[in-house]
């Protein structure tokens, strides 16, 4: 574990410094040269004097503005985010994979190399993303990731369900929602949550979406053996995976019609 944490701490000093951080301390320099590497051709003066208003803005802001009909909107949509990321079940699979394989067949040794093969597929579509973001924009990523999850999610419970596939199927099955989760939600969810919110409620507002996103990971994580363990066979994984393919087909028809695309759009410009 503390060679990952090592590479990690070594990268945090590849990262660029906030435009907003920098224009909030004076140094208009610096933001002017972040900003021009990353928005280039962009006009720097103007993006400088919005954020200059937005900070300005945010110094007077109060909790209670989070209470406010628009300000609340968005609230609610960020702790939706946070509940419906959970409610795909993708946590379930990375605590619980090993059990889940060898309920459907497997062999010990054999389930946790299904579980190594899991991580890494959501490694290599989480790079995946990070190319894509920008490019295809957050909202159709979203989309087209939360259908196939959708997809697979339901084949999956009923195969569990029917024994219509072999233990191996299951397998691809669960790689396919994992490729389609990493390469969305995935990657996805943590950049909506910086992003949906004003400047003036920003830290406030992701904090919240970011406490829905544990808080049902906790709740999921804690009732999934509960809930298993009430079904004979194994079958109560196939239930618990039919309620997390109902949910995250839900959360299409959420996400199609509340949130919008913050591709190429400055922060300053979530007012």
Sequence with gaps: MAIPAILFLMMLFMVGRSPRWLVKEGRNSEAKKVIRDVYPGADIDHIIDDIRQSIDRESVQKVSTLFKEGNFRLVIIGVAVGMFNQFTGINIIMYYATDIFRSAGFSTNSAIG?????????????LLAMRL???LGRRKLLLTGTIGMSVFLGLFSISYLSDIFSSWSLLVLLVCFIAFFASSQGAVIW??????????????????????????????????PVITGLFAGGK???YVFIFYTVMTFTSFFIFKRYLIEMKGRSLESSR
Aim: proline share 2%; glycine share 14%.
């Design 114 to 126: 299904q579980t190594v093969v899991i991580g890494a597929v959501n490694l290599l579509f989480t």
């Design 133 to 135: 973001i920008d490019k």
């Design 191 to 224: 950049v909506l949550l910086a992003e949906i919110f004003p400047n003036n409620i920003r830290g406030r507002g992701a904090s919240i979406g970011s406490f829905s996103h544990w808080f049902f990971n906790g709740l999921t994580t804690f009732l999934f």
């Design 236 to 238: 109560g994984t196939g």
